[in-house]
């Protein structure tokens, strides 16, 4: 299994991004998907989660700007970002509960990252 984000880039402060990971591989079902972040020098954090039944949930410093939603069909996640601020600078991550073809168990995977910094 497979998690591939895209979509990060340098963009101006109240500027908006859309990041996109899509999940690959021998997917039996896909339980829980979030976007997490990690900026220089601090701890990686939730940033928003969508769980199957899609009732989402959000950071605090990103209610309000940030929008998560999922299709199941394609096995994807997306993070719309808007109003952008310098402080939302960090390496986004995607992650997803997964449980593969053939296993009964769940794990956790994650995406390699995608950088989105926000600078004038």
């Known amino acids: 299994v497979q998690l591939v984000e895209s979509g990060g880039g340098l963009v101006q402060p109240g500027g908006s991004l859309r990041l996109s990971c899509a999940a690959s591989g021998s997917i039996d079902r896909i339980n829980v998907m979030a976007w997490y972040r990690q900026a220089p020098g601090k701890q990686r954090e939730l940033v928003a989660i969508?769980?199957?039944?899609?009732?989402?949930n959000y950071a605090d410093s990103v209610k309000g700007r940030f929008t998560i939603s999922r299709d199941n069909a394609k096995n994807t996640v997306t993070l719309q970002m808007d109003s952008l601020k310098p402080e939302d600078t960090a390496d986004y991550y995607c992650?997803?509960?997964?449980?593969?073809?053939?296993?009964?168990?769940?794990?956790?995977?994650w995406g390699q990252g995608t950088q989105v910094t926000v600078s004038s």
């Open positions: 992650n997803a509960v997964i449980r593969m073809i053939g296993l009964g168990s769940w794990r956790n995977y």
């Open positions: 969508i769980p199957t039944g899609g009732r989402t």
